[in-house]
């Protein structure tokens, strides 16, 4: 399976602070993606790395990939109380529309 | 656009009933995916569709779990008898087609309770 894994399962910060979650995945991708979901909530999208990019950011996000260790990093820089909500990333193969989602991480985001 | 609509969005219902989960994907969008939420398993693709048609319904748990696509903007997951353990939350997810378009637009998820 190439079903990524989130670790830690839950996080819990101090506002201000920076939150970082990693996920590892076993066989090669196309795409990794990180999605939010607030609780009783549908996912939402938050960013996309293709493998041949190691880093990218949008707004107090990012994301970092590392092909060769099959693991991603999403660290959110200044967190606020609404950013409490679960993380999950999610890969493609290549020649794939299906999209494999970890387990989560719980972020805990204390004003 | 409203994005992707999901009714109803709570469903109780006891044990052999039939339930019927329904989704409209966003306009334009080839790709439409259901997904299974529980607190054991996770997220899991139940199958998915492209132009209306099913592409992989390897996800799909047993008999009772069946869907259809008959237009561009309706999908139905259908479950009958429903069981007990059924009970979890049902996501609908659409995408384009394009490179570039890889991002899937989830629905707010019908919440089924079998009793």
């Known amino acids: 399976s190439q079903q990524g894994e989130e670790d830690p399962q839950a996080l819990s910060i101090q506002e201000g602070e920076n939150a970082t979650m990693n996920c590892s995945y076993k066989?090669?991708?196309?795409?990794l993606q990180w999605y939010r979901q607030n609780s009783g909530r549908g996912l939402v999208h938050l960013i996309l790395?293709?493998?041949?990019?190691r880093e990218k950011h949008s707004g107090r996000l990012r994301v970092t990939l590392d092909t060769s260790k099959k693991s991603s990093s999403l660290l959110i820089t200044a967190s606020r109380a609404a950013d409490t909500a679960s993380y999950f990333c999610?890969?493609?193969?290549?020649?794939?529309?299906?999209?494999?989602f970890g387990k989560g991480t719980k972020l805990t985001v204390n004003p | 656009d409203a994005g992707v609509i999901q009714s109803p969005r709570h469903e109780v219902t006891e044990m052999g009933q039939e339930v019927t989960l329904r989704c409209k994907p966003i306009?334009?969008?080839?790709?439409l995916f259901w997904y299974r939420q529980t607190m054991m398993r996770g997220l899991e693709l139940l199958i998915y569709?492209?132009?209306?048609?099913?592409?992989?319904d390897s996800g799909m748990p047993e008999d009772r779990f069946s869907a259809k696509m008959p237009n561009a903007s309706f999908s139905t997951l259908k479950i009958q008898p429903s069981e007990p353990r059924d009970s979890a939350v049902y996501f609908c997810?659409?995408?384009?087609?394009?490179?570039?378009?890889?991002?899937?637009?989830f629905g707010p998820g019908t919440r089924l309770l079998v009793l």
């Open positions: 306009s334009g969008h080839d790709y």
């Open positions: 569709f492209n132009n209306n048609v099913p592409i992989d």
């Open positions: 997810a659409s995408r384009g087609s394009d490179r570039g378009h890889e991002t899937q637009y």
């Open positions: 790395i293709r493998s041949n990019e």
């Open positions: 999610a890969t493609d193969a290549w020649g794939s529309e299906k999209l494999v």
């Open positions: 066989t090669s991708i196309n795409n």
